[in-house]
């Protein structure tokens, strides 16, 4: 048995309280061959989910998000990965096109994806929220837009005064903003200027929101998971350990 770890009857394996295990793949390091085989472990619905999708590449991304979650999951459930229950249902319409659950609702989960990079945070407990941007590609422009479009006017005015690259920043500080409503649940269907950063990035903060039928509070904290993308975690509770690592170790998973 791993460290940490609860058996119960459906768990093999629950991070302990106050840590969040974050597992990352890039897409391109999976051939034609295990496309195909990873395609095997989804269920219909997410088959079907694929096929509507016009573009070569982003059937295969989805395909691939589908199927990493699950092999994470496997990995803690004690299951294999086809097994697994894994419901999408939006908490505004019910369509599946919300966040990831698993039904057995033992582990909270927050998938992201940028570019190559797929990546989910796993916790028990408390609800989590990921997100990552990647570096490359970005122009002046582009992120200057975002600051203009999703920074609220006090952030605006602190951005200027802290490090690193201003297009590092303002990656960065959008990605913990992003983190935040994905832990929430809502997404961007609220407003992106409702979560307030003011102080710098690179220490944990805590975060009060407006979802406009509560106020919540939660914390955030930039997340390093390589040279190649800024990322951010959020959780609803504070955490003391965060445990990174690539979804190929899971090759011998059931
Ligand atoms: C959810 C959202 C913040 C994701 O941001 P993004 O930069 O596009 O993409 P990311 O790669 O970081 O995240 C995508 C993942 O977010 C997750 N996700 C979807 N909806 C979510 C939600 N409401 N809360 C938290 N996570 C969500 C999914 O797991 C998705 O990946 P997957 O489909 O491969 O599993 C953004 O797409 C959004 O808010 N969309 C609008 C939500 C909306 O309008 N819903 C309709 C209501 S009827
Ligand atoms: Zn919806």
């Given at each position: ?152 006017p006090l952030e605006r005015e602190a ?96």
């Amino acid at each position: 048995m791993e460290a940490g770890c609860t058996d119960m009857k459906t768990a093999r394996f629950i991070p302990p309280d106050g840590q969040i295990d974050v597992w990352t793949a890039r897409n391109s390091s999976y051939n034609a061959r295990d496309v195909a085989v990873m395609s095997e472990t989804l269920s219909m619905s997410e088959h079907a989910e694929v096929q509507r999708l016009r573009v070569h590449q982003h059937r295969i991304h989805r395909l691939l998000s589908r199927a990493l979650l699950r092999r994470v999951l496997s990995h803690y459930a004690g299951l294999p990965p086809q097994a697994l229950e894994i419901d999408r249902k939006c908490s505004q319409c019910a369509i599946p096109h919300g966040r990831p659950h698993d039904r057995s609702g033992v582990w909270q989960m927050s998938v992201t994806h940028s570019g190559d990079l797929w990546a989910v945070a796993v916790t028990s407990n408390y609800p989590v929220g990921l997100d990552a941007e990647e570096l490359e590609g970005r122009t002046v422009h582009h992120v200057s837009r975002l600051a203009d479009e999703s920074f609220t006017p006090l952030e605006r005015e602190a951005l200027p005064s802290w490090e690193p690259p201003a297009e590092h920043l303002v990656l960065q500080h959008w990605t913990h903003k992003e983190a935040v409503l994905k832990c929430l649940g809502t997404g961007l269907t609220i407003p992106i200027q409702s979560v307030q950063l003011l102080a710098p990035l690179g220490r944990r903060q805590q975060v009060s929101v407006d979802t406009g039928s509560e106020h919540k509070s939660l914390y955030v904290e930039s997340l390093d998971i390589g040279q190649l993308w800024v990322s951010a975690l959020a959780c609803a509770a504070p955490w003391h350990r965060v445990v990174v690592r690539s979804v190929s170790i899971l090759d011998d998973a059931p």
